[in-house]
């Protein structure tokens, strides 16, 4: 049912003269100018929270307005230099399970993985070469900065050069590097670095409204913990495998010396998951003092991880219940005043009839004045336009008026719902709404 309200309302129309320069100087701006179309598609859509920045109020807007990129200079929202990042970000999951394995593990480099490191880098370089000519967001005037030497100004004097040593392969550092640090996997460790690329995905998908940001969370935490206790097993049986079998944890082992690679490394990480986990069976403990003390830092880590986590996950459980929390609530101090005030068994029903109906609005995506409300006046008026004019046309009390009159009407209605043997109008009352009855039925009831 939709109500016209009682208020007046004033429409303005506004005519736009567009004046074209002729001067050599118009047509140089005219020139370096992107229309929103290809913006949209090039930097990233209107929907995006991580595209390009909203430009400044004022007369200031007019001498930061967005220009055509140099030649050979790349967009960070272009689609393809996204798509491009994404695939680093898959190489990173792989860089982030064998560096620790690698160091843990591996005394030799196994062939396999060597060749498939090497070709990980060289993406990674290719990647190095490409960030110099990447624009790159100015935080201070909020533009895009496509000079190649400030590109690259910028690159080295922050990330070139761990970018740079964690691409090095590790065949070439151990001959550079001295006989203490030559331990294979050591310098893949720096590799780790890769890792904030992960973050940034993640905290550019939270803000994806294609994507649920519940999910989203939930996987940011599982990979944590993956990552933490694939890294705490790696290091454990690496302080264990560099010393005497006896004197590890590895002699609690029913038969650690002849297992696999394989079988050490889960019988790592069943115990790195039940000291992450608190449950601790005891079966694998640390024996020498190195160990203890790698264990004691990694509870006190736990410790942290664990109230990230436990506060992270009662966070989104919280706002996914708390709409019914609301709504009981709210049930309850209506029902309170009804039975404080003696109000009429009548009353009561229809005021948590109403109740329910706004909590069922609100769970099935249907606040629709909330959102109609919070966007300009000229999208409420097209949408009231396209909603509601073609019941407007069919009612008889408006047939024959003028389209502008009709435009008028359908922009002051609201949609509203009402749940059965509800009162819409009292008897012996003034309304100020008139209603359209759109679905449903109403019935005229006389009280005596």
């Known amino acids: 049912m939709w109500k016209r309200g009682a208020k007046k309302s004033f429409s303005t129309l506004c005519d736009t003269f567009h004046h074209e320069e002729t001067t050599e100087e118009g047509d140089d701006k005219e020139t370096n100018r992107i229309e929103l179309d290809q913006i949209s598609k ?112 910028r690159y080295t004097r922050t990330w070139l050069a761990f970018d740079v040593i964690s691409s090095i392969p590790s065949e070439l550092a151990r001959k550079i590097l001295p006989s203490s640090l030559k331990t294979y996997g050591l310098f893949n460790m720096l590799r780790l670095w890769r890792l904030r690329r992960v973050s940034a995905m993640f905290e550019r998908l939270e803000k994806d409204r294609h994507y649920s940001y519940f999910w989203v969370r939930c996987s940011k935490l599982i990979c944590v913990t993956l990552f933490t206790t694939h890294f705490a097993a790696c290091l454990f049986y690496f302080i264990a495998a560099h010393k005497e079998l006896k004197s590890t944890w590895l002699s609690l082992g029913a038969d650690s010396a002849n297992d696999s690679i394989w079988g050490l490394y889960v019988t790592s990480m069943y115990w790195s998951i ?15 003092t190195g160990e203890m003390v790698f264990d004691i830092f990694f509870m006190l880590f736990n410790l942290g991880l664990t109230s990230y986590i436990i506060g992270n996950m009662t966070n989104l459980v919280v706002q996914l219940t708390s709409r019914t929390r609301k709504y009981r609530d709210t049930v309850n101090a209506a029902s309170g005043f009804a039975q404080r005030n003696q109000l009429s068994i009548r009353l009561q029903e229809q005021m948590l009839a109403h109740l329910f109906m706004k909590y069922r609005t609100d769970s099935e995506g249907l606040q629709q004045q909330e959102i109609v409300d919070s966007l300009p006046k000229a999208i409420r008026s097209s949408i009231a336009q396209y909603l509601f004019d073609i019941h407007v046309k069919n009612v008889y009390l408006f047939h024959g008026v003028s389209e502008d009159l009709r435009f008028q009407l359908v922009t002051e209605m609201k949609a509203e719902y009402f749940p059965p043997r509800e009162d819409v109008i009292l008897h012996n009352e003034a309304p100020t709404d008139l209603y359209i009855l759109v679905t449903g039925a109403a019935a005229e009831e006389m009280w005596f």
Request: proline letters at 7%; charged letters at 15%.
């Open 274 to 288: 039940t000291t992450l986990s608190t449950v601790g069976y005891g079966d694998l403990h640390p024996v020498n």
């Open 42 to 153: 090039d930097e990233g859509s209107q929907y995006s929270l991580t595209g390009l920045p909203l430009p400044p109020l004022g007369a200031t807007a007019a001498t930061n307005r967005r220009h055509k990129l140099r030649p050979f200079i790349i967009s960070p929202y272009n689609s393809r230099y996204r798509l491009w990042e994404s695939f680093l970000v898959v190489l990173v999951f792989y860089t982030a399970w064998v560096c620790p394995f690698e160091f843990g593990f591996l005394i030799e480099p196994k062939i396999g993985l060597s060749v498939t490191d090497n070709v990980v880098n060289a993406i990674f370089a290719i990647d190095i070469v490409l960030t110099f000519f990447v624009a790159y967001l100015d935080k201070a005037t909020y533009l895009l900065i496509d000079k190649p030497k400030l590109i690259a100004w």
